[in-house]
């Protein structure tokens, strides 16, 4: 079997996200405190090695929590990835395929260490909230770093980049867009389609989601008659693509398996290697 129960796979997504909070919230305090520091911080003669260390050290300090966060989850999340996580899409179960965590929650480490350096703390022997002008940039800055707080977080706990629904293949960008089976060329995609993180789809033209339409793919090959060549990328997806590809064409090609998506039974399915437990199904 490859990749993660769906059970392993919930787990590995609460661990990173814990784990990208914890670290955020640990750069954004260690920023912040060296904002707070006096401004004849560092002790030193020499003014560029002074600029050096007030610059640096806070940037270093971001290197070295999102570096700390990638090295933890670098083994979970490197091929072979997992396979689907369980969720939901407008009521009816699904598999669901995250970003992976080594780019957004690392991101979110980043991002929230950023925060600390906008942070409105005022240094000893400062008298910036004492001139009107300084106070309006102080809430102006406080309000930014309000913002990327907000919006980092929310970005970590974003709805999955696909789910796969019995209705059709579902990707969420700034919007969820629904690709319809049908809409889909049958028989494909197939792992000779994937490269670099990028697998070619057959679609009908005019199909929303997936970009802008090719005439040929990656190979050269012209599509079948009514349909586009498409790219879906899966660069930053926890996903692996030729096991998408397998499982997309499973289900474009058999209706009656759509009725099983979202469930353990059907991922247990989908992850075992094709001859063993096919003929187990009811």
Not at 54 to 66: C, D, I, M, R
Not at 142 to 169: E, S, W
Request: glycine content about 10%.
């Amino acid at each position: 079997m490859i990749g993660l129960a769906s059970a392993e796979f919930a787990r590995l997504i609460r661990r990173s996200r814990a784990l990208a909070l914890s670290l955020g919230a640990l750069g954004l305090c260690v920023n912040a405190w060296l904002r707070s520091l006096p401004y004849d911080w560092p002790p030193t003669d020499s003014f560029a090695l002074e600029l050096t260390l007030a610059v640096g050290t806070p940037f270093l300090v971001l290197v070295l929590v999102t570096l700390v966060h990638v090295a933890v989850l670098w083994r979970s999340c490197r091929p072979p990835r997992p396979g689907f996580a369980l969720g939901r899409y407008r009521g009816q179960p699904a598999f669901a395929a995250p970003i992976s965590p080594l780019y957004s929650g690392g991101t979110c480490v980043a991002q929230l260490s950023l925060v600390g350096l906008y942070a409105p703390i005022p240094r000893p022997g400062s008298n910036d909230w004492s001139e009107p002008s300084l106070r309006v940039m102080i809430v102006l800055v406080a309000v930014l770093a309000g913002l990327l707080l907000v919006l980092n977080v929310a970005i970590l706990f974003r709805p999955p980049y696909l789910r796969i629904t019995a209705d059709g293949l579902v990707v969420s960008t700034l919007r969820s867009r629904v690709i319809p089976w049908d809409a889909l060329a049958y028989g494909g995609p197939t792992g000779n389609e994937v490269r670099r993180g990028v697998l070619w789809l057959q679609a009908r033209a005019g199909t929303l989601g997936l970009g802008g339409p090719n005439l040929r793919d990656l190979h050269g090959r012209l599509p079948l008659p009514g349909f586009y060549w498409f790219r879906l990328k899966l660069g930053a997806v926890l996903v692996d693509p030729v096991f998408l590809a397998d499982v997309l064409r499973t289900y474009r090609d058999d209706v009656s398996r759509r009725a099983f998506i979202g469930t353990d039974e059907e991922l247990a399915t989908l992850l075992t290697p094709v001859g063993d437990a096919l003929s187990d199904r009811p």
